[in-house]
């Protein structure tokens, strides 16, 4: 019976060891894929005072740290480096793309933009049963094809329309033969044969889908670098409605007026209520879609709005305390209202939720009730420093919003070297 006791207190003192050291072990799995430093600042990432870790940059010595709770890097010199990590000193575990550039600087924005993008892929919206004669068939479910999916080809022949669509469709029936189909779902890429069926009701070959192939919507710009004229906005992604998946898309963005509000209130959301107004204030491209939103390039600088650039500050830098977002209410003109920013969420990945804040301008309360549909993308000022932009109400308490870090959404489109100033 010793050794049963004795196991057990073995396995007591590891139970209370992981327990102890887990938390600070499960924070270096943060660590991002690569690693972007303005010269002159330092970015501390995280680690675990019970890991030796050892550091090797480039071709350069490597350097052996025990007992520290977080890293510290400070971004010297230009270039692009490759930081090599060795767990214990030892264990080859992470090898890690640095970029050390110009701080970002860029121009706050706050304009409100109407975004007319076309879908690369046509999304599936819904399924369909056909009619042929007495009886019913569903030729999508048939192949495995499900609300939500993006057709992103057929036979062959991709960038297609719901009218080049409709005609493959149309030839395939008339000579008798399936549509070989290429089929981005959530998980994978993969091809189905679909084969079109006669509707009795329509007179015509059908397959039974119904589609989209384009998506608008009213948004806010976050900021744009001044040199490039390469913007970002709505803070969160263009999505094909169903899954809530972004969806790939190109297009453009104009300037909106914003002609009426909808106010929020605890039980239902508010909303700018907005028309495109043409290219004299805004016009640009729309080239990417993320997480973060869209990205894309300005014809000419936005005539009202703010002018001057402001550093992009980290997501260490950003603070609890007094802040401004940049928003238009009414027209096309932006205005600053104060918010007060409760709580940032130490981040060292990408994340849409970064900053919790709450509205505190009696303006924009009296106004919209808090935060409202069509604000996402507004720049958040700290500091004289863009640090984020708002992403998302409390539906419950609209004067509580969330915000995305503004590096984030420069990181994530991976275009920092064409923002540096």
Same mark, same amino acid.
């Given at each position: 019976m010793g050794w049963l006791k004795r196991m057990f207190a073995v396995l007591l003192a590891l139970a209370v060891l992981t327990v102890g050291v887990w938390p600070s072990m499960a924070r270096i799995w943060l660590w991002p894929t690569a690693l972007w430093l303005p010269r002159g600042e330092t970015v501390a990432m995280p680690w675990s005072r019970w890991i030796p870790v050892a550091l090797k940059l480039n071709q350069g010595p490597e350097v052996v740290i025990r007992h520290? !709770?977080?890293?510290?890097?400070?971004?010297?010199?230009?270039?692009?480096?490759q930081l090599d990590v060795k767990l214990f000193g030892w264990i080859p575990w992470r090898s890690l793309p640095v970029t050390v550039q110009n701080p970002l600087r860029v121009v706050p924005g706050g304009e409100s933009v109407g975004i007319v993008a076309r879908t690369e892929g046509l999304i599936v919206t819904d399924t369909l049963p056909v009619l042929t004669g007495r009886q019913a068939v569903d030729p999508a479910l048939a @192949?495995?094809?499900s609300r939500g999916d993006?057709?992103? !080809?057929?036979n062959g022949h991709q960038a297609l329309t719901i009218r080049q669509f409709t005609a493959f469709v149309q030839r395939a029936g008339r000579d008798h033969r399936p549509l070989r189909i290429t089929v981005k779902t959530r998980y994978a890429v993969k091809q189905?044969?679909?084969? $079109?069926?006669?509707s009795s009701h329509d007179k015509r070959w059908a397959v039974g889908l119904k589609l989209q192939d384009r998506t608008s919507g009213v948004g806010t710009l976050s900021f744009y670098n001044p040199r490039t004229l390469q913007y970002f906005a709505l803070g969160h992604s263009m999505t094909d409605g169903l899954s809530r998946r972004p969806v790939s898309v190109s297009g453009h963005i104009l300037? !909106?007026?914003i002609v009426g509000i909808v106010p929020a209130t605890a039980h239902s959301p508010g909303q700018k209520v907005g028309i495109l107004a043409g290219s004299q204030n805004i016009e640009g491209t729309v080239s990417d879609n993320n997480a973060f939103g869209i990205t894309g390039n300005l014809s000419h600088p936005p005539i009202w709005g703010p002018q001057h650039p402001l550093p992009l @500050?980290? $997501?260490d830098q950003v603070h609890s305390g007094p802040a401004e977002i940049i928003t238009v209410l009414s027209g096309q003109t932006p205005e600053a209202y104060s918010i007060d920013i409760l709580k940032t969420v130490p981040q060292y990945a990408p994340h849409i939720k970064g900053i919790l804040f709450r509205v505190t301008d009696p303006r924009l309360i009296s106004r919209t009730g808090g935060v409202v549909q069509g604000m996402s993308g507004s720049p958040i000022i700290q500091d004289q420093r863009v640090v984020g932009a708002v992403t998302h109400v409390i539906l419950s308490r609209p004067t509580l919003g969330y915000g995305c870090y503004a590096y984030w959404m420069v990181l994530t489109h991976q275009e920092s070297s064409a923002l540096a100033s």
């Amino acid at each position: 019976m010793g050794w049963l006791k004795r196991m057990f207190a073995v396995l007591l003192a590891l139970a209370v060891l992981t327990v102890g050291v887990w938390p600070s072990m499960a924070r270096i799995w943060l660590w991002p894929t690569a690693l972007w430093l303005p010269r002159g600042e330092t970015v501390a990432m995280p680690w675990s005072r019970w890991i030796p870790v050892a550091l090797k940059l480039n071709q350069g010595p490597e350097v052996v740290i025990r007992h520290a !709770a977080h890293l510290d890097f400070v971004g010297l010199d230009d270039g692009h480096y490759q930081l090599d990590v060795k767990l214990f000193g030892w264990i080859p575990w992470r090898s890690l793309p640095v970029t050390v550039q110009n701080p970002l600087r860029v121009v706050p924005g706050g304009e409100s933009v109407g975004i007319v993008a076309r879908t690369e892929g046509l999304i599936v919206t819904d399924t369909l049963p056909v009619l042929t004669g007495r009886q019913a068939v569903d030729p999508a479910l048939a @192949a495995g094809i499900s609300r939500g999916d993006v057709i992103v !080809a057929a036979n062959g022949h991709q960038a297609l329309t719901i009218r080049q669509f409709t005609a493959f469709v149309q030839r395939a029936g008339r000579d008798h033969r399936p549509l070989r189909i290429t089929v981005k779902t959530r998980y994978a890429v993969k091809q189905v044969y679909l084969r $079109p069926v006669w509707s009795s009701h329509d007179k015509r070959w059908a397959v039974g889908l119904k589609l989209q192939d384009r998506t608008s919507g009213v948004g806010t710009l976050s900021f744009y670098n001044p040199r490039t004229l390469q913007y970002f906005a709505l803070g969160h992604s263009m999505t094909d409605g169903l899954s809530r998946r972004p969806v790939s898309v190109s297009g453009h963005i104009l300037g !909106a007026d914003i002609v009426g509000i909808v106010p929020a209130t605890a039980h239902s959301p508010g909303q700018k209520v907005g028309i495109l107004a043409g290219s004299q204030n805004i016009e640009g491209t729309v080239s990417d879609n993320n997480a973060f939103g869209i990205t894309g390039n300005l014809s000419h600088p936005p005539i009202w709005g703010p002018q001057h650039p402001l550093p992009l @500050a980290m $997501p260490d830098q950003v603070h609890s305390g007094p802040a401004e977002i940049i928003t238009v209410l009414s027209g096309q003109t932006p205005e600053a209202y104060s918010i007060d920013i409760l709580k940032t969420v130490p981040q060292y990945a990408p994340h849409i939720k970064g900053i919790l804040f709450r509205v505190t301008d009696p303006r924009l309360i009296s106004r919209t009730g808090g935060v409202v549909q069509g604000m996402s993308g507004s720049p958040i000022i700290q500091d004289q420093r863009v640090v984020g932009a708002v992403t998302h109400v409390i539906l419950s308490r609209p004067t509580l919003g969330y915000g995305c870090y503004a590096y984030w959404m420069v990181l994530t489109h991976q275009e920092s070297s064409a923002l540096a100033s």
